[in-house]
């Protein structure tokens, strides 16, 4: 199968979270399972081309944007311990400048750079003669593509016969633009934004509710999410748009590339080590502990550490650190080293937390990716307590650590993480239901209770070792919904 990712971020060229990791562990997967896939994302100014060996072409791709043309010259890298090329679009007006979105208030010119975007990876594709079997774009920032497949290319032999299916990462982020603008940019005439269009959602235009209605297929990036999605506030006013697709909704658990995040090859980490040589993983601990600059003393009392790694945003739960941790923090219980960078409010509860405990909750603000390797490794257990979470990625590499998962029971965190069960043995982490840092604190005191009865730290290190969340199930459940979704375009 011929396939065309169309995303915002794909790691490691441009990554803001978790998009940009299912961005480039998919089509690496696909390549595996012998399908054809590029990627084409943009070419942003803080893209480290050296570094990534990306090559500029003497490709130039013109783009109708409006009633005019405009134009991209193509660069072009490869997907790392891949075949598969990435197509990077050089447009200085609308991507030579610092960061991804413009967060976090988002660029103005949004509307633009992301119709452009979309556009662009059509006209990419028929330039290089790569005539996809699937678009897949990716949330918002590239739904836009979808209604284009199905209006500005209903007539076009090259594309036409391709299926749109549209994943959802996240339902918060919208891309609500000016309907005006946005349609004019597209190419549309006016006729095709009206109130209860499928484009409008109280008068904007909105890219999510245009990805879901004009897709043939939807997917989001777990099960629960999919049901939550429609059932519950999860749904962010969209509920009526996915109970009208449910027929073709369908939640794909996102999987991880384990040849970036496994403690038995990590690159990145201070000490390999796998299910057998767990004992290795101390090693880990004890440098990180050191690199955080505590004592011989301090490095090696015993303590459960504890470890974060997160965009700090409403949606991951930062507001239950401070209550739920206190009571483990002030007695000396535990120890957290906690690493994240986003809105300031949030950023300054880490930092209070670093201040009222020196020497026991270790904070890194800012985003390091070496660094969020070393804590996976490093830590004893993994903390995402979040109000809502589509799938969440860094339990799953946590796991893979024999660091324990303690998660709120939500999204992919519940499809993920299965509470460990002392009589039967099963069991991966520890979960809590309710949002409240009351639950939040019960759940971790289950966890380090545990951390002491070595027989059960030994079988629930196991089992989390032992599970398998690789990108290739995941990628093998796409091309499924992928064959759904050329049955009904071609059918
Ligand atoms: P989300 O996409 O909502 O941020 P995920 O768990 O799916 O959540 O993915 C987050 C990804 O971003 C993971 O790869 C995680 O390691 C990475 N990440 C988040 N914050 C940071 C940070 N401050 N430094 C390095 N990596 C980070
Ligand atoms: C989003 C979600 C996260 C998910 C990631 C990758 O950023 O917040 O839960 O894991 O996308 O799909």
């Known amino acids: 199968m011929r396939i065309l990712t169309i995303s915002a971020e794909v790691t490691p060229f441009a990554k803001a979270g978790g998009l940009?990791?299912?961005?480039?562990?998919?089509?690496?997967?696909?390549?595996?399972?012998?399908?054809?896939?590029?990627?084409?994302?943009?070419?942003?100014?803080?893209?480290?081309?050296?570094?990534?060996?990306?090559?500029?072409?003497?490709?130039?791709?013109?783009?109708p944007i409006g009633t005019w043309t405009e134009y991209a010259r193509l660069w072009i890298g490869t997907l790392p311990d891949s075949g598969v090329k990435v197509y990077l679009l050089q447009n200085s007006d609308y991507f030579d400048r610092e960061g991804i979105y413009g967060n976090p208030d988002g660029f103005t010119d949004n509307d633009r750079r992301f119709i452009f975007l979309a556009r662009a990876a059509f006209e990419t594709a028929r330039t290089l003669g790569f005539k996809p079997d699937i678009i897949h774009a990716h949330d918002n920032h590239t739904a836009l593509a979808m209604p284009m497949l199905k209006i500005n290319y209903a007539n076009d032999s090259f594309l036409n016969e391709a299926a749109g299916v549209f994943t959802i990462h996240n339902m918060v982020y919208q891309g609500l633009y000016d309907s005006q603008k946005a349609i004019q940019f597209m190419g549309l005439h006016r006729r095709h934004f009206f109130k209860g269009s499928w484009f409008e959602q109280y008068g904007a235009l909105n890219s999510l509710k245009a990805g879901i209605m004009f897709s043939d297929k939807v997917t989001t990036v777990s099960p629960t999410y999919a049901h939550e999605v429609r059932w519950t506030k999860s749904g962010e006013n969209l509920q009526d748009s996915l109970h009208a697709r449910a027929s073709d909704l369908i939640g794909v658990l996102n999987g991880v590339d384990y040849t970036e995040w496994d403690s038995k090859t990590d690159k990145l980490i201070y000490e390999n080590y796998s299910a057998k040589t767990i004992e290795r993983k101390e090693y880990n601990k004890q440098h990180l502990l050191a690199d955080f600059g505590l004592n011989t003393r301090e490095i090696s009392d015993g303590l459960p550490l504890v470890g974060m790694v997160t965009r700090l945003t409403p949606q991951k739960g930062i507001d239950l650190l401070e209550r739920g941790l206190d009571h483990f923090l002030k007695n000396n219980l535990m120890r957290v080293v906690l690493l994240g960078s986003g809105e300031s409010r949030y950023e300054d509860v880490l930092r209070?937390?670093?201040?009222?405990?020196?020497?026991?909750?270790?904070?890194?603000?800012?985003?390091?990716?070496?660094?969020?390797?070393?804590?996976?490794?490093?830590?004893?257990?993994?903390?995402?307590?979040?109000?809502?979470?589509?799938?969440?990625?860094?339990?799953?590499?946590?796991?893979?650590?024999?660091?324990?998962?303690?998660?709120?029971?939500?999204?992919?965190?519940?499809?993920?993480?299965?509470?460990?069960?002392?009589?039967?043995?099963?069991?991966?982490?520890f979960l809590f239901q309710q949002f409240s840092a009351a639950e939040f604190r019960t759940a971790i005191g289950r966890a380090i209770s545990h951390y002491r009865i070595k027989p059960h730290w030994d079988i629930i290190r196991n089992n989390a070792m032992t599970q398998n969340f690789s990108s290739l199930i995941s990628a093998q459940n796409y091309i499924n919904v992928f064959h759904w979704a050329l049955e009904k375009v071609r059918s």
């Open 20 to 63: 940009g990791d299912v961005a480039a562990s998919l089509p690496k997967a696909w390549e595996e399972l012998g399908h054809e896939s590029i990627v084409v994302i943009p070419k942003y100014g803080h893209i480290d081309c050296e570094k990534h060996s990306i090559q500029p072409t003497d490709i130039i791709v013109a783009v």
């Open 352 to 429: 209070s937390l670093a201040k009222k405990y020196p020497r026991r909750a270790l904070v890194q603000i800012g985003y390091n990716n070496t660094l969020s390797h070393k804590i996976t490794a490093a830590s004893d257990f993994f903390l995402v307590p979040s109000r809502f979470e589509p799938c969440g990625l860094t339990q799953m590499y946590a796991l893979k650590y024999g660091t324990i998962p303690i998660v709120r029971s939500t999204g992919g965190l519940a499809d993920t993480v299965m509470e460990y069960d002392a009589g039967t043995g099963y069991g991966t982490g």
